[in-house]
């Protein structure tokens, strides 16, 4: 209340109770930190304005799209059986380096969390494992690997494993501090170890959540393994790579369209495991959840109409049926109760989920048998380590010099930055119009949800050729790329956080006669606002990454430099570029951390 609350009620407050009452004040880190965001809205403004994407040079440029397609003519696929091939060797890859990152990301979360931990020392130092290993990206991890080891899988299989221990980790470990800890804490009290902590107190409750972690991990991986290629990791990636290297687009073409059915079969092959082997109900949110509940609901329908097909039947029958399935089988009781508690029977729940175990089993080591891996490689490393190792250090500038790294990082940092500002805008509109608290209807709401499927499924990489082949190399295109591929992922996480809001303040505002608008922006928004910076930030963490790895393949920005040092052997400038990424991924981590604490 302000200062001139007695003057408005006057009379009404006779005894001043309203001037006295205290100003609600905001704190100085809460006022820094919203300047804070101002400052990075302005910087992608300008960022945006001084890549200058502007929609007469793209309509301009829909000519050379029509000329390129004309001369790409039919599109080709490789043989049946070398496409066979590469989609299992690809996909037994991503698997492969998926279940690596997982298996190394359950220690390192133990030591993370801080209700296992063993010290605030192992925390830190799990916690700053984590963020480096996901502030290197991919690529530079399958480059050093490539060096170290022989051509083939396992370069890709380390890099992909390596990089991804970052974010499973940290997953891990959040929902390790989310447990109820009174099995734990029972046990301790028992006298069991810590490995009895785990398996029996931590494990069953974070189990789902780590499944779900992973199989959104495979799926992230999945798309990332096509930049793999130009490094030199086989798979669909190098292919594509070597066709448009060659210039046989059709056949390039041919193989982005494989990997974009692969990435969206996907993840409705991890939302069929998700719900079949955690028993977890399909919650709709994306294309495979739909599929299932669509399934549910038609057999829901056939035993309904199975139902009053028999309703006819006399009422002595429906009788003498409820008899008989009242009076089956007395319960056992005593010893003979807790045998059968001992031993469960094989229901078909059971039977189902023991099925879909064993196929996963088979699914994994199929993977690894056909990713071919040299064993031996992880024998005679050690020996060119020191040589490697001094390859990549100290770092250096080379030839290019500090000023020309700095202005092409710079670069990298404004087309995150201006791709961020476009994601956000485009997720917004599309995000909320796929929640289904804000939709008009289920089919804006349904076809919203779709078009975030098919924008996730095509891998940022393949946009950015295509489009750097329209438009040609720079920024534009890295921009657009970045852009296009964070509104799958953005919107999907505005439209979850925006259905999660608490449902009471909209029903009040609908209650009053609000609009749908008014509801939306009274209720809605202010509530998801804290979850949208949280998501811009990370959006921001990721495009920097992806900024970089564009520049390989001619998106601007130092993701140039570094792929040309990489192919002329100058590994010390690759340390050099590769530090300045770190520095700037732990800068914008560091924001992101300041930001949901003094948000929360």
Not at 59 to 75: C, D, K, P
Not at 213 to 225: K, P, W
Not at 229 to 256: C, D, P, Q, T, W
Request: aromatic content about 8%; proline content about 5%.
């Amino acid at each position: 209340m302000t200062a001139l609350a007695p003057a408005r009620f006057g009379a009404s407050d006779p005894t001043g109770l309203l001037a006295r009452m205290p100003r609600r004040r905001v704190s100085p880190e809460r006022i820094a930190a919203g300047l804070t965001i101002v400052a990075l809205l302005v910087a992608s403004a300008v960022s945006l304005a001084g890549i200058d994407i502007s929609i007469p040079k793209m309509l301009e440029s829909a000519a050379n799209a029509s000329r390129f397609f004309a001369r790409v003519g039919t599109i080709s696929f490789p043989e049946p059986a070398e496409l066979l091939y590469l989609t299992a060797l690809t996909v037994g890859l991503v698997l492969t380096g998926t279940l690596l990152a997982a298996a190394v990301s359950v220690p390192i979360a133990w030591i993370s969390a801080s209700n296992t931990t063993p010290g605030p020392v192992w925390r830190v130092a799990g916690r700053f494992f984590g963020v480096l290993t996901r502030a290197v990206p991919d690529v530079v991890f399958a480059m050093v690997f490539v060096l170290m080891f022989s051509l083939g899988s396992l370069p890709g299989i380390l890099a992909i494993g390596i990089h991804s221990i970052g974010m499973i980790s940290k997953m891990f470990a959040d929902a390790i501090e989310q447990i109820d800890e009174g099995p734990r804490l029972a046990i301790r009290a028992a006298g069991g170890t810590r490995f009895q902590e785990f398996f029996s107190g931590v494990l069953p409750q974070v189990l789902p959540s780590w499944v779900a972690t992973v199989l959104h991990r495979n799926d992230i991986n999945l798309r990332g393994s096509v930049i793999l290629g130009y490094v030199g990791v086989v798979g669909l990636g190098m292919e594509m790579s070597h066709a448009f290297k060659s210039l046989n687009y059709s056949l390039g073409l041919g193989i982005a369209l494989v990997i974009f059915g692969l990435c969206v079969l996907m993840e409705i092959i991890s939302s069929v495991l998700r719900t079949a082997m955690l028993g977890i109900a399909p919650t709709g949110r994306g294309l495979g959840d739909r599929m299932l509940r669509a399934a549910s609901r038609r057999r829901q329908a056939t035993a309904g109409s199975a139902t009053r097909a028999h309703s006819g039947s006399s009422s002595a029958d429906t009788v003498q049926l409820r008899t008989q399935t009242t009076t089956h089988a007395p319960a056992p009781q005593g010893p003979d109760a807790l045998t059968a508690a001992l031993h469960r029977p094989w229901d078909a729940a059971r039977i189902r989920n023991t099925a879909w175990g064993w196929i996963a089993l088979a699914v994994v080591i199929g993977g690894v048998l056909i990713c071919n891996i040299q064993w031996g490689d992880l024998l005679t490393v050690w020996g060119y380590i020191p040589q490697i190792a001094a390859s990549f250090w100290p770092p250096s500038f080379g030839n290019y010099g500090a000023a020309t790294l700095f202005a092409a990082m710079g670069q990298t940092i404004a087309i995150a930055l201006a791709a961020t500002l476009l994601t956000l805008v485009f997720s917004l509109l599309i995000g909320s119009l796929a929640a289904r608290n804000v939709a008009p209807n289920g089919a804006v709401h349904a076809s919203m949800r779709l078009l975030l499927v098919i924008i996730r499924g095509i891998p940022e990489i393949i946009l950015a050729i295509v489009l750097i082949v329209v438009t040609g190399l720079g920024t534009q295109a890295g921009t657009i790329a970045l852009a296009f591929g964070g509104v799958g992922l953005l919107g999907k996480l505005i439209a979850d956080s925006f259905e999660e809001v608490k449902p009471g303040p909209e029903r009040a505002l609908r209650a009053t006669g609000a609009s749908r608008s008014q509801v939306y922006a009274a209720a809605t928004l202010p509530q998801g606002m804290k979850a949208l910076i949280g998501h811009g930030f990370y959006m921001l963490d990721t495009n920097i990454r992806a900024a970089t790895i564009l520049g390989i393949v001619g998106g601007g920005g130092v993701g140039y430099y570094l792929l040309n040092a990489g192919q002329g052997s100058k590994y010390d400038l690759v340390t050099a570029i590769v530090l300045m990424i770190l520095v700037t991924v732990l800068v914008v981590e560091g924001l992101a951390m300041w930001m949901r604490r003094v948000f929360r």
